[in-house]
């Protein structure tokens, strides 16, 4: 399933999934050190990302799919984007695909997050936006060759990843406090684990508002 929902948010960015790479899902127990330590928890990679490198980090948009370009009539509907979270010392630490439902986030929280300044798990907390990073599996990769060009490595390198899920609290998701349907591509919510970054109860989650895929590169 790991890989299934990688290989959904491979083709925003990759006409050929292959020249992305091969995706295969892992056990924890498979996955070396200190990538296990990076990857094998339910809190956002941001925060993992600044303790292990020791500082705050930065954000390069990659590439971006507005949201119209999935078919939406307005600015709530999908977007995503292709990003490296940077070290203080500008080195790559961080590559990941992201997709997001505009619409499950309040119109400051939208904004800042299409201004592509700082890392999205960053905007949330800085926020005080109530979320649940959930259904967290890990997956092992061997970079294909478009893939290996943009991260600067030898093609068939083995990479190490997981994709998650964010769903935010129902009192700030929307702007009526509403819960929205889930988004066509997000899974459905399954048993509720809770962050323990945020204060988000089981009975506050709502719709799936976020997909992730994320790779350190580490070690």
């Known amino acids: 399933m790991a890989a299934v929902r990688a290989n959904r948010l491979v083709p925003l960015f990759f006409?050929?999934?292959?020249?992305?790479?091969e995706i295969l899902e892992v056990a924890a127990s498979d996955v070396p050190q200190p990538h296990r330590r990076l990857l094998d928890h339910r809190s956002h990679m941001t925060v993992t990302m600044e303790a292990f490198v020791g500082g705050s980090l930065g954000l390069k948009v990659l590439q971006e799919r507005p949201a119209n370009s999935f078919g939406d009539a307005d600015s709530t509907g999908l977007y995503a984007r292709e990003i490296m979270l940077l070290a203080p010392s500008g080195e790559a630490v961080q590559y990941g695909?992201?997709?997001?439902?505009l619409g499950a986030l309040s119109p400051d929280v939208r904004e800042r997050i299409l201004a592509g300044l700082a890392p999205l798990g960053r905007v949330l907390i800085e926020a005080g936006t109530l979320r649940d990073v959930h259904d967290v599996a890990l997956v092992r990769i061997a970079a294909g060759q478009e893939l290996a060009r943009r991260l600067g490595v030898?093609?068939?390198?083995t990479l190490y990843g997981r994709v998650a899920t964010?769903?935010?609290?129902t009192s700030l998701a929307t702007g009526s406090g509403a819960t929205r349907s889930p988004q066509r591509g997000f899974p459905a919510r399954t048993a509720p684990v809770v962050d323990p970054s945020a204060s988000l109860q089981p009975s506050q989650v709502s719709s799936p508002a976020v997909?992730?895929?994320e790779i350190p590169l580490v070690g």
Request: hydrophobic share 40%; aromatic share 4%; glycine share 14%.
């Open 15 to 21: 006409d050929d999934s292959r020249r992305f790479g």
């Open 97 to 101: 695909i992201v997709r997001v439902d």
């Open 154 to 157: 030898e093609a068939g390198r």
């Open 166 to 169: 964010i769903s935010l609290g």
């Open 211 to 213: 997909e992730l895929l």
